[in-house]
């Protein structure tokens, strides 16, 4: 058995405890708290299969602040915890029974199942390494010098050198369908203003922008005239 295996197996054991002590609780702070552990257990082991964008989540939303607000409501309504720590037991059995059909649906699912023993594939045990992933588009961008095309194979310019544009105003200028220079420069104030939605408090310089568009759409077409002359 893997260090993977064993590490899934125990977050699930983790969890299935946890779990279960929570719906078992009578006293309403401790059925959270164990909440929270369950939850935190569900974190490690979307981390443990490469998503640990999903794992923050489950920390920060469910863990956090939907515990907090249960924790918050238990506290304000004051609620008194009886002595005894379980349930009645004739509102355990149907619990107890139904969790025991679980088990066997279960067992038998696993039991047929030809690929429930098997061991996970080097695929399934290998994470997602997102940097190799991008500089290995990135070089294969190069060697195809197809780097700043967009799918549609237009080449689009970078706007951030401008005064005042950043990264938003650039996005905002690519979704309103302006990705170039020559584009950006047949433009109005006005119809800058209206894409970007800029506050009044820090509107950029939009006649700026379209005169140093102009200058750069200038500046190529002296170039691309200087090489067709030579």
Do not use: K
Not at 37 to 47: C, P, R
Not at 104 to 132: C, F, K
Not at 163 to 185: H, K, M, N, P, S
């Amino acid at each position: 058995m893997t260090l993977f295996n064993i590490l899934f197996y125990a977050i699930a054991a983790l969890i299935v405890v946890s779990t279960g002590l929570a719906v078992t609780r009578r006293n309403l702070v401790h059925a959270v708290i164990y909440l929270i552990i369950s939850f935190f257990g569900s974190a490690f082991l979307f981390y443990l299969f490469g998503a640990p964008f999903l794992a923050a989540l489950m920390v920060i939303v469910y863990a956090g602040a939907i515990m907090i607000l249960f924790l918050f409501i238990i506290m304000m309504l004051r609620v008194e915890t009886p002595e005894e720590q379980l349930f009645p037991a004739r509102q355990m059995w149907p619990a107890v029974a139904v969790a025991a059909g679980y088990l066997v649906v279960g067992a038998l699912l696993a039991a047929h199942d030809p690929a429930a023993g098997a061991a996970l594939s080097p695929a399934q045990t290998e994470r997602v390494n997102l940097e190799e992933i991008r500089a290995g588009a990135l070089s294969l961008a190069r060697e195809t010098d197809s780097v700043g095309h967009i799918w549609s194979g237009h080449q689009v310019d970078d706007f951030e050198p401008m005064e005042g544009i950043g990264r938003v105003f650039e996005e905002r200028l690519y979704e309103a369908g302006i990705c170039t220079f020559e584009q950006l420069a047949s433009v109005t104030p006005e119809q800058l203003a209206e894409i970007c939605n800029a506050p009044e408090m820090s509107e950029p310089d939009y006649d700026g922008w379209i005169a140093y568009a102009t200058q750069v759409v200038a500046e190529r077409q002296q170039t691309i005239d200087a090489a067709a002359v030579g």
